[in-house]
């Protein structure tokens, strides 16, 4: 079972809408929790990285929050535009290995 | 300020044979991390260097080895290459020692198919 699960697999929404994706993990110990985006056929890019007494991170129309005591993230998409179309990774850092979560298919349509 | 460059960007192997494929940090970053990106099992972590030591290692075969240069360029080896190991292999840099605690920057990855 993988120690970092996201949901939903997959999302579509219309442009100008916001939404919410979920992480759940259970990397124990815990070091720190980041959230990248990565388009189609290119590198993740970073939007947000949160250690543990951090619970909300923003990074312009993106918002991450963390309760490190229910094991939880999410990352909010705020008025979303067509560039936000991408895969949106968890990734839940412990003391010494990092567990990826397989990713959120974000599609937004005009 | 130049980004994390991979070469080459794509590859094509035969099964058996052998691949290096090289990383360059962004300009002074010491670390470097290797990871493998399918889409059955997603990212895993390869493993990480620093000063031309690896600090830590992933779950995966000893067909799969690295190194780290003096001036923190990277490269990783696959040998005896299969099937399976058709992936996006993706590199990213750090500032810090530790990549799994400290934000790392990819690269846009070298695809590698091998048939």
């Known amino acids: 079972k993988n120690q970092v699960e996201q949901s939903p697999q997959s999302l579509i929404i219309l442009e100008g809408k916001n939404c919410t994706l979920q992480?759940?993990?259970?990397?124990?110990?815990?070091?720190?929790l980041r959230w990248y985006k990565q388009d189609t056929g290119r590198g993740p890019v970073s939007l947000t990285i949160m250690t543990f007494s951090e619970n909300t991170k923003s990074n312009g129309r993106y918002t991450a929050t963390l309760d490190a005591d229910t094991k939880q993230s999410s990352l909010h998409i705020t008025a979303s535009q067509l560039s936000d179309s991408a895969s949106y990774i968890c990734?839940?850092?412990?003391?010494?290995?990092?567990?990826f979560g397989a990713g959120t298919r974000l599609t937004v349509k005009p | 300020k130049a980004g994390v460059t991979q070469t080459p960007r794509y590859l094509i192997k035969t099964r058996g044979q052998q691949v290096t494929l090289s990383c360059s940090p962004i300009s002074g970053h010491r670390s470097v991390s290797w990871y493998q990106q399918t889409p059955g099992q997603g990212l895993q972590f390869l493993f990480e260097?620093?000063?031309?030591?690896?600090?830590n290692k992933g779950n995966f075969p000893g067909r799969f080895s690295g190194r780290q240069f003096s001036n923190s360029r990277s490269e990783m080896n696959v040998s005896t290459l299969e099937l399976g190991d058709s992936a996006l292999y993706l590199c990213?840099?750090?500032?810090?020692?530790?990549?799994?605690?400290?934000?790392?920057?990819f690269g846009q990855g070298t695809r590698l198919t091998v048939v």
């Open positions: 990213a840099s750090s500032l810090s020692d530790r990549a799994i605690h400290t934000e790392a920057f």
């Open positions: 260097y620093f000063s031309e030591t690896q600090r």
């Open positions: 992480c759940n993990y259970t990397v124990s110990p815990f070091s720190n």
């Open positions: 990734v839940v850092s412990g003391n010494n290995d990092m567990r």
